[in-house]
């Protein structure tokens, strides 16, 4: 979705989007639904909401900036149409600016997106050579005018898939047809379920589960997928070559989801059992940092025989992008997204459970704050490996500068963290606790295909210049 800046004051990672697509077999109105899988899928944007419905003639979408519950109105539920496609946004330059929101629609076609076009500069010329006037900065806008632009759903699809750089799941309303499509590397999730009255697809089961829709499978990297006479057809365009992003197991997806086939608990749950084989710990209590490490922490006390408590008390009315100009002032906002309960750490040796550190800002102060609640000693163990390279895939981690891992060696880190240890897991426990092909660009700079890797090298080349 074009360049992408992390807020220079935050630690979070976050994804580009969360998307849904529905049809109904009954010719209910699907409105409700969508509504309902975008509150299940809100922890993947956070910053901007939208649907668009089919009712047999045309499409018509309902969009704003803000929380899903914010951006519908009581009659936005109610629109007219028994298919329809849903999405999620957190924008990866900048403010979202509501011509920025999806789905995208032009004419009799609408597509939703879930991650990152790297070659997005070259596709809008490209596109614009050919007359299509971009009135946004999103990548989603590109895929709608290549719909468009190709006569016929699996050519229109192919040509992308042959073109595009990146990671992309896709939810699409075409020529009055749901179209749902995946990379080649199946880097983004996609599921699906049905029963007898919906087919669903989305970006995690939780979308399926809140709307009783049983989970059937996932759509396969270059597979195309369409529903026709009430069933579903899938047809493969491109070979997989899966290369899922281990970030959705890690850090992303919600724990009560399954994606990919894997269950995201049984994932984290495994990355701390390997963790505590890997760098056990003499402590008295494990401590998950809110909110995403509580399984991996509860994986990781119980290999070891520890208690795990809530040590860390998240204030839940503090919004995400909580931006902070200077040093003192974000130590404050530390302190007002978590406190530590000092009955818990006072006087005991402590191990905190993270998922992963991109520039270290926010555990030194969380480390400070366990220290200063009294903890006799707090070791970090980290559920991912040391992140190295910016993600070009979907990932808000867009240059080497900003990651700690890229310019101090773990002893270096643990010291600026204010640590007594610090431990990652290793590449080979990442890969075995998920048991998946996994891409591994942020952790080794290995990107999957050449022109991704020639992009992050002028990038490289660019920061080293400045």
């Not at 087919?199 to 996932?218: K, Q």
């Not at 404050?332 to 000092?342: G, I």
């Not at 002893?411 to 891409?439: M, N, T, V």
Request: hydrophobic share 40%.
């Amino acid at each position: 979705m074009g360049a992408k800046v992390l807020n220079p004051y935050s630690e979070e990672k976050r994804e580009e989007c969360g998307i849904v697509a529905i049809y109904s077999k009954t010719g209910e109105d699907v409105a409700p639904y969508i509504y309902r899988a975008l509150v299940a899928l809100q922890h993947r944007g956070q910053d901007a909401a939208g649907l668009a419905v089919f009712d047999g003639k045309s499409i018509e979408a309902r969009r704003g900036t803000g929380l899903v519950s914010a951006v519908f109105e009581p009659e936005d539920i109610k629109v007219k149409g028994d298919i329809g496609i849903g999405h999620t946004r957190y924008p990866t330059h900048g403010e979202c600016r509501q011509c920025d929101v999806q789905p995208m629609v032009f004419g009799d076609f609408a597509a939703a997106h879930n991650g990152h076009l790297a070659n997005y500069a070259a596709l809008k010329k490209d596109l614009e050579a050919d007359g299509y006037t971009f009135m946004s900065s999103v990548d989603s806008e590109a895929m709608v005018f290549m719909l468009d632009r190709e006569d016929g759903l699996e050519k229109a699809v192919l040509g992308m898939m042959r073109k595009l750089e990146g990671s992309y799941s896709v939810a699409s309303i075409a020529n009055g047809r749901l179209a749902v499509f995946r990379d080649p590397f199946a880097i983004r999730p996609l599921v699906f379920g049905e029963n007898d009255d919906f087919i669903c697809f989305a970006s995690e089961t939780v979308a399926l589960d809140i709307n009783g829709i049983p989970y059937r499978g996932d759509v396969r990297g270059g597979e195309l997928a369409w529903v026709e006479g009430g069933r579903i057809v899938r047809k493969t365009l491109v070979k997989e070559t899966p290369r899922h992003c281990m970030f959705e197991y890690v850090y992303f997806s919600r724990p009560d989801s399954v994606i990919d086939g894997k269950s995201v608990y049984g994932a984290r749950r495994r990355l701390g059992e390997t963790l505590a084989r890997e760098a056990p710990a003499k402590a008295d209590v494990v401590v998950p940092v809110p909110d995403t490490s509580r399984t991996a922490a509860a994986g990781y006390a119980a290999a070891l025989s520890l208690p795990c408590e809530e040590g860390l008390i998240k204030n839940r009315y503090i919004g995400r992008t909580f931006i902070m100009p200077d040093q003192g002032m974000r130590t404050d906002a530390v302190k007002l997204k978590l406190n530590p309960l000092r009955e818990i750490v006072s006087g005991r040796s402590v191990v905190l459970v993270d998922d992963s550190i991109v520039r270290g800002t926010t555990l030194k102060e969380i480390t400070a704050l366990v220290r200063g609640a009294g903890a006799k000693s707090v070791h970090l163990r980290i559920t991912c490996p040391p992140l190295r390279a910016p993600c070009y895939y979907g990932v808000d981690m867009s240059t080497y500068g900003e990651l700690i891992a890229n310019k101090k060696s773990i002893e270096e880190i643990r010291s600026y963290l204010g640590a007594d240890s610090l431990a990652y897991i290793s590449l080979g426990g990442l890969k075995e606790a998920l048991g998946l092909p996994l891409c591994t660009a942020c952790l080794n700079g290995e990107y999957l295909t050449d022109a991704v890797g020639m992009i992050a090298k002028k990038a490289r080349l660019r920061e080293i210049r400045k």
